[in-house]
DNA sequence: GAAAAAAACGAAAACGGTTTCGTGTTAATA
DNA sequence: TATTAACACGAAACCGTTTTCGTTTTTTTC
């Protein structure tokens, strides 16, 4: 086991200084060409790497982001993470990841394992007992040591750093559109019960939406459900109390559960009751009728998550000046499927 | 904006040497007890946490381990990751994800990337390039700089290291007595065309399993698909121009795949034809029927791959015997849902 | 041929910790 | 009271780099 080789070994084996080998190793004028070549072939011979802590510490800065994210077994977190690593590759940046698993405690604890000098910055999506307590001074305290913060998706008003997130309201008045325009006038919403921003957001876009065609918000067409234990009689009992044409999804597996349902109810898919879902993963692809969705675009955000992040992160040095958040709006876009009539 | 506070900006502060307030902060009894409170609540107030490159520069290890994979968006490399995290974690470790995305050389730039420092020890399957390639020299490299590697799920015999697998060959011959159990005598296979060490050991298990029950292996009866451009003609040919009463595919999208044009040609599942597939993923959780898998219980191999390493990379400083290798191998489960009769 | 400039290299500080080994005080012991 | 032990602390090396600032030697220039 030939162990790592380093400047230090390199110049006792040549008999020169260490600086001169890591000048010569960097083609520095101020060393002669021999001493140069000899040096350079020496390291490329015995495969020689600068060791990445000792360059972190002198430069303070890791080239490594920390993501942290509430699941990573859920596809749209994973697309956006997709997105993260690809572009951070790409600008030489590694990232490590920490999920929270939708708890607060975990949320604090991995910021606080990489806050001590491991990474160069944040980028997160806010778990949903932090989004319930509206508790952000793990967030804050970040912020005011100087390290970059970008939150996606699951954001929150109370904390100002760079921010990504979909047009939810906007898509969400869309896809109403595109239900009344196919004749459709119960619509319905299955959303999240709990405290997400962003089914929050889908809510109201879904409520704006109606209104604007003058549809009365019935909120008995609300149906609420819990994302980690879905209720299926709830649903059942749902689609048989109400005389519903159009289901609106705040996520795909709210949406294949209740077609499931609603077919095993009887009904047509999509002729009597049409579905969009959120979500562009597996499940709607394959289901059966497939599901129309609103795509996400996890990977965009991610890659503009990076990018933020990067651009915070290499700007750092500049000047001390007020730091300037930005919200940057990813469009999201209504992919028909076969759920949905025209 | 409170730059870091460190051991040099306590000891000036207080008048004390640096020694003294690292000694002082972790309880030493070579400090007397005034300074060590003083000290204690001094960095208390201003919130102190050693800096973790330092800290890694120092003692050459950096409480870091490098997992790389072939793809994120993938529902059982998902589950690995969360119980490699998971455990990891538990020990004090951060994961340094890097997808390889099936390709060799992201493989190996990804693994040259962590090699200078910034990992302890890997965690990798490998892309389906790797395998094709059959070119393990960044493995070898990597084992021979001392730094531990453990393999999962898509391994090769051709590097030794620890390594922790699924029993798919054992598992299929299951599933092909399962079918056998149930009166089925006409069972085909669905597998990926390509290098794949796990569908090759799945096929292995499907003709023991066969030949077992005294089945003429016929390899009509063997459909090979590209894993990441599903041909739904070929599909639909297949199953056109063979009789079939039992699929059995080696992934669930092949196995959504697969039953969707099996019953859109007018067959029954599972009464006609049943299906057996791989991963404990959403898909064949809500598929219509849902879909009967062997579940790899990516968690467990997580763990016990997050185990291993940080065994190796822990006793690393014991002695310098010659490595012992261990591979484990995670029991795999049938789990019946709709897809499948008794 | 002497002064100035350029070339080639090394010493040392710095990054932020830990740890070994003094060293000066005070307290205990003979 | 002299000697030793215990106590409380500091200096310095070390981890592996980079970089500034000498210093020495050689080359130019006048």
Redesign the pocket.
């Known amino acids: 086991m030939k162990r ?1 080789i ?3 070994d390199i110049a006792k084996e040549l ?6 080998v ?2 010569a ?2 083609n520095s ?8 070549d000899k040096v350079q072939a020496f390291a490329k011979l015995y495969n ?4 990445n ?3 972190s ?4 800065h890791t080239k490594n982001i920390g993501v942290i994210i509430p699941d990573i077994v859920h596809y749209f977190f994973t697309t956006v993470f997709s997105g993260i690593e690809n572009y951070a590759n790409s600008k030489g940046y590694n990232v490590i990841i920490c999920v929270s698993n939708e708890s607060f405690d975990k949320e604090v604890i991995n910021m606080e394992m990489l806050t001590n000098g491991s990474v160069d910055g944040f980028i997160m999506s806010l778990s949903a007992e932090t989004q319930q307590k509206k508790d952000f001074n793990h967030l804050i305290e970040v912020q005011n040591q100087g390290i970059p913060l970008v939150l996606f998706d699951r954001v929150t008003d109370d904390v100002s750093c760079d921010k990504v997130i979909l047009d939810d309201k906007k898509i969400s008045i869309d896809v109403i559109q595109k239900f009344y325009d196919s004749r459709k006038r119960k619509i319905a919403i299955v959303t999240n019960q709990g405290f997400f921003s962003v089914s929050d957001k889908r809510a109201e876009g879904y409520r704006e939406g109606l209104l604007k065609n003058n549809i009365f918000v019935d909120t008995a067409l609300e149906l609420k459900l819990n994302y980690k234990n879905i209720d299926e009689n709830a649903i059942r009992h749902f689609f048989q109390n109400n005389e519903v044409d159009a289901v609106f999804c705040v996520n795909e597996i709210f949406a294949i559960s209740c077609m499931k349902i609603v077919q095993s109810l009887g009904m047509k898919v999509p002729e009597q009751i049409s579905f969009i879902g959120f979500t562009d993963g597996l499940l709607s692809r394959f289901s059966n009728p497939s599901l129309s969705i609103v795509a996400q675009h996890g990977d965009k955000m991610g890659e503009m998550a990076a990018k933020m992040l990067i651009d915070k992160i290499e700007a750092e040095f500049e000047d001390d000046e007020v730091a300037t958040f930005r919200t940057e709006i990813i469009q999201a876009t209504i992919l028909e499927r076969e759920s949905t009539i025209n």
């Open positions: 790592k380093t400047l230090k008999d020169v200084s260490i600086s001169t890591s000048k190793l960097k004028r101020e060393i002669g060409k021999e001493t140069t020689y790497r600068p060791n802590i000792a360059l510490l002198k430069n303070k």
